[in-house]
């Protein structure tokens, strides 16, 4: 196990107040080691089967929940939050000494982070938000065009009934 896993490890179960090792696929243990195996993945060079081990996992394993974090980054604005605050802190912790990380010190690092999680979430939601809008605009223009098709129809059909 590299000093990244381990790091890894340690901030992950520091954030999620569990043993990530343990082989249960009740909440939130399969999302607390998805976020382990990402980290890892992201920020080494280590392959699928490596990353697998210490988990006692399989390498097919690694590839799918690697998949699966970035799918719910692309849609769940908290779950991307959770995971760039735990990323960072990761990376924060490996500059510091190993035997210095503790559930404290997560916790300080997560309330000088805290403004730029709002900042992000907010700015997630304001993304939604105007992609929300900008459906409801098109759905109120198709709207306008059907009416003004079946306007036309009905045009074209009284043209139609009076040449016969």
């Known amino acids: 196990m590299t000093i990244e896993q381990t790091v890894a490890q340690m901030v992950v179960e520091d ?3 569990l043993n990530i090792k343990k082989n249960t696929r009740e909440y939130p243990y399969p999302e607390a080691r ?5 980290i890892i993945k992201n920020n080494t060079t280590l392959p699928f ?9 399989d390498h097919s394993t690694v590839v799918y929940f690697c998949k699966k974090v970035e799918d719910w980054k692309q849609t769940d604005k908290e779950f991307q939050a959770k995971f760039n605050l735990i990323e960072a802190a990761f990376k924060k912790a490996l500059s510091i000494k190993p035997t210095m990380l503790s559930a404290e010190w997560l ?3 997560a309330k000088e982070n805290d403004k730029s999680l709002k900042e992000i979430i907010n700015f997630q939601q304001e993304k939604f938000d105007d992609k929300n809008k900008t459906i ?3 759905r109120e223009k198709a709207h306008s065009m059907r009416n003004q098709r079946d306007k036309y ?9 009076k040449k016969s």
Request: positive net charge; aromatic residues 18%.
């Open 136 to 138: 409801s605009r098109l």
């Open 107 to 109: 916790e300080d690092f």
């Open 49 to 57: 089967q490596k990353i697998a081990k210490p988990m006692e996992r």
């Open 15 to 17: 954030y999620y107040g």
């Open 153 to 161: 129809k009905e045009l074209y059909n009284k043209c139609n009934d």
């Open 34 to 38: 998805a976020i382990y195996y990402k």
